[in-house]
């Protein structure tokens, strides 16, 4: 009984939460509205428009959403952190902690999940190299090591995913001395 308390307690405050969320989510905006709002009495000829539109006329939400998203970039988070290590005279000295996202063309974020194994080690070669030249020496996020950084895994991308790659984000850097 000790052990199926706090299951029964997780399982009631996970519903309950839900259970709260479902209902107490605002209502969806009404389009006529909106629509009324932005005019503010003004004669509005878009007011008009959209009540002589019939209903089946209009366009649906999520072909007007994918026609926005159509041309714009995706980005894909990889699912692990980068982990370099730093090294001098044969020993750890310290740890530098990245993780990394792919800004890619419209469509094609399967492609880095698909090639993540090969992008990660083509990244890796880059970090070891920049570490071993002393990158992450010192002030390692001055603009200067950061741009040959993202330079260099900018260049692997490509390498691995072609023309589909635009840019290499680096969005969390740390370095921890062991």
């Not at 004669?43 to 959403?65: N, T």
């Not at 996202?101 to 080690?121: C, H, M, T, W």
Request: one cysteine or more; hydrophobic letters at 45%; glycine letters at 8%.
């Amino acid at each position: 009984m000790k052990k199926l308390l706090p299951i029964i307690l997780l399982l009631l405050g996970g519903g309950g939460g839900i259970g709260a969320g479902y209902f107490l989510r605002p209502a969806p905006p009404d389009p006529e509205a909106e629509i009324a709002q932005a005019c503010e009495g003004e004669d509005c000829p878009a007011q008009e428009e959209a009540s002589a539109m019939p209903e089946e006329a209009a366009p649906s939400d999520e072909a007007s959403a994918e026609a926005a998203n159509e041309g714009s970039p995706e980005y894909v988070a990889l699912q692990r952190q980068m982990i370099v290590p730093i090294v001098s005279d044969d020993q750890v000295i310290s740890l530098v902690v990245m993780s990394l996202s792919i800004e890619v063309q419209a469509g094609f974020a399967n492609d880095v999940y698909d090639r993540e194994p090969k992008l990660r080690d083509a990244f890796l070669q880059v970090l070891f190299r920049h570490a071993n030249t002393g990158g992450f020496n010192g002030d390692f996020t001055s603009g200067e090591k950061m741009s040959d950084l993202r330079r260099a895994l900018n260049g692997a991308a490509a390498q691995v995913l072609g023309p589909v790659s635009i840019q290499v984000l680096v969005t969390d850097i740390l370095r921890q001395a062991t």
